[in-house]
């Protein structure tokens, strides 16, 4: 699908005057164009003029099995024409109910209950609201605290918000709501301490949860928010033992666990759950994104039977909810996700093709303006430095220079992905769970030329 230079110009015309794009400097197309996508196939988009895009974000990390897949597509145009919506108010429906049990089929432990929503967001909102109320149903009323780590993104609800690590995304909407406490992140390359031993830096980086929890007072602390590789500031994994610690810890607190997953569930670190690849039992996973492969808008929170328990008595109600959650048309499509899961392999295939992606990833090491490669799966980003002997770090101005050479290069050589600096300067690529060996050379040759560049405009 082409359109006429009319049609492109008049649709980029009408975005700049009537479309609010989301975390966008809108001030950018002042003078410039607003790209316009009207096509995708396999982890390929087209714009308007006809010019093809590796998707190496996967739209917003999300589109697992590619774009263009009819599956999908046939899946919501069935579930339309029989039950278009319905809500899950008091009542369920069948794909809805078909869902929710193959989720909790899928998920470690005793996590069987399944509480739908719309979105990440809603899911990290609906886990601290509902942490609060289960301790308030339990007799712990004092508890109303969630710990998560300095750089982490959870979300832009004014919960998520509040548990959000990144300074300059709170500021416009402070003040915040309260009971959100900041520990370390576990970014090893930026270690204050044990910088020499990765298991002892990974200890002193759980120990730093038990301080936390009880510097605040345990009484006061509800649950602890973590994802299993933290996506804000670079794909940074845990060090080995850094959940079962964490896990220890929680324990020992009646504090609870929560795996935020919304980036790292259905496949992308090649486990359906990042929980499963760590080996970790949380009290609550929040998932959305690789659920439907972005086919169709919705999450879930998914909860260990303990949590429910006190919600299955009296007149006892968990008093929160969404309209659109677990919207028919989005679960029928994410059963035929799953499907397209199972049928293709798509688990294993990352599984196989992770060491690939790393490898061709690793070719760039030797250039000076890149300080670390990390990450999992198919989920990797690209540390940025001025100084890789020391790790030094960019000035602000030179820093978003940098940036702006990346971003428009890589656009200009068809490569949709991210670099920015919501902590260090850096580059995150996270493309569909189909692609292969060839998707990976091209990212690293068109990467390579651009950051041979980007280092000299700063040397």
Known sequence: MTLTETETQRLSELAKRHLWMHMTRMGNF??????????????YVWDARGRRYLDALAGMLTVQVGHGRQELAEAAAR????????????????????????????????????FFVTGGGEAVESAWKLARQYHKAVGQPGRYKLISRAGA????????????????????????????????????????VFADDYEAFGEWAADEIDRAIIREGAASVAGVILEPVQSSGGCIPPPPGYFQRVREICDRHGVLLISDEVICAFGRLGHT??????????????????????????????????????????????????????????????????DLFEAEDILGHVRANEPVFRAALGTL?????????????????????????????????????????????????GILCRADRRVDPGIILCPPLICGPEHFDLIADVLRGLLTDAGQLVH
């Open 273 to 338: 759950y990042g929980a499963g690849r760590y080996d970790y039992l949380p009290d609550m996973i929040a998932v959305a994104k690789g659920l439907t492969s972005g086919y169709s808008p919705l999450g879930a929170l998914i909860c260990s039977d303990r949590l429910m328990e006190p919600f299955l008595q009296g007149t006892s109600t968990f008093t929160h909810g969404v309209t659109f959650a677990g919207h028919p048309v989005s679960c029928a499509v994410a059963l035929a996700n799953l």
């Open 153 to 192: 993104w959870h979300g832009v609800g004014m919960g998520a918000l509040a548990l959000t690590g990144l300074p300059a995304v709170q500021l416009p909407f402070e003040p915040l709501v309260p009971g959100a406490v900041k520990v370390p992140s576990t970014n090893f390359y930026r270690a204050p």
């Open 30 to 43: 002042e003078d410039q164009e607003v790209p316009v996508i009207v096509r995708g196939e396999g982890p």
């Open 365 to 413: 090491e030797d250039l000076p303006i890149v300080g670390e490669v990390r990450g999992a799966g198919f989920f990797y980003a690209i540390e940025l430095v001025k100084d890789k002997a020391t790790r030094g770090k960019f000035t602000d101005e030179e820093a978003d220079r940098v940036l702006a050479h990346l971003n428009a290069g890589l656009f200009d050589a």
């Open 79 to 114: 579930q339309a024409e029989q039950l278009a919506f319905w809500p899950v108010w008091g009542a369920g429906h069948p794909p809805g109910i078909e869902l929710a049990a193959r989720i909790a089929n899928l998920a470690p432990g005793d996590l069987n209950r399944v």
